[in-house]
């Protein structure tokens, strides 16, 4: 398991510690993996802000392919993990 945020690493690494998440972080600061997996708000009017992500989950098997997707359709909706 793997998980990825938009965070910065110096986020994720108070987060992994506050949570106790014991798999990698990866960060995708530039957006480009949310934004690839259409999971990225291009804007975002309850704070009027641009670049944030949805919360959302995949499984990706080892050859590429998708077996679930789920993405909330607001940011404080989680997935079903």
Known sequence: MIGISIDSLFTQDNIKKEEQINFPL????TKTTANDYGVLYNFFPAFEMQGVSK??????????????AEAG???????NF
């Not at 990866?26 to 600061?29: F, G, H, I, P, R």
């Not at 919360?55 to 679930?68: G, L, M, Q, S, T």
Request: include cysteine; hydrophobic fraction near 45%.
């Open 73 to 79: 359709a607001r940011p404080r909706d989680l997935p």
């Open 26 to 29: 990866l960060s995708d600061y």
């Open 55 to 68: 919360r959302a989950a995949f499984v990706i098997e080892k050859d590429a392919v998708i077996k679930c």
